[in-house]
């Protein structure tokens, strides 16, 4: 599919299985991770983006094993976070097979890992993602360990941070509206888009593909992530792996 701006199905890896979250929360079974895959590839997305929900909140290092057949199964480029706290998990990663590398919860308690991993081997390998939660009186805070610790910091002040520190791209979550199907935060986005100069990935909402048109037109997004609309037929429907019809993005992305 030829489209400048990226659409990107993104999976949820949780204990070998695949979930879908809401805001976060109630992660319901979508399905088993290689077959995915195998599903996009026949649906020839452009990328895929793989996090593991756990990893990092239990201390543990990457599902090697899962993540290598993933990487022999898929034909698109694919990213990958979950557990990253060092260089050499880095390098590991991309030797793997994996072309990006997704830094959450170290971005912000180690941030000289992203420094070092864009020195060692390119801004373009690395991704830092920025979660964030609307508090009161519509304050956005950045929160860490998938949602569960807020780090006091503004969203458009930890993407210049990430920008700063060498990071290639920001994947932007608004937690209040991930598997929400209610549209993604442009606000939020655009925020963000307006201050950096690398390409920022909106996540979180997106139900229809207006939706994603939005974030671009609206929010100024470079890419789009989604998940509830790739891994259900629609909203309180059952599982179903699916891309959006290619004609019908290409129509609103470019309206």
Sequence with gaps: MSVRTRVIPTLLLDDGGLVKTVKFKDGTYVGDPANTVRIFNELEVDELCILDIRATKQRRAPSWDLLTELASEAFMPLSYGGGVRDVETVGKLLRTGFEKVIVNTSAFDRPELVRKASDAYGSQ???????????????????????????????????????????????????????????????????????????????????????????????????????????????????????????????????
């Excluded at 979660?131 to 805070?141: F, M, P, Q, T």
């Excluded at 606000?187 to 229809?208: C, D, E, F, N, S």
């Design 125 to 255: 390998a690395i991704i830092v993602s920025i979660d964030v939660r609307r508090k009161l009186l519509g304050r956005y805070e950045v929160m860490v360990e998938s949602g569960t610790r807020g780090t006091g910091k503004d969203p458009v002040e930890a993407a210049l941070r990430a920008q700063d520190l060498g990071a290639g791209e920001i994947l932007l979550t608004a937690i209040d509206r991930e598997g929400t199907w209610s549209g993604l935060d442009t606000g939020l986005v655009a925020q963000v888009t307006k201050r950096v100069t690398i390409p920022v990935i909106a996540h979180g909402g997106a139900g229809t593909v207006q939706h994603i048109g939005d974030a671009v037109h609206k929010g100024g997004a470079s890419a789009v992530a989604l998940g509830s609309m790739v891994v259900f037929q629609g909203k309180d429907l059952g599982v179903l792996v699916n891309f959006p019809d290619h004609a019908e993005l290409k129509r609103a992305i470019r309206r």
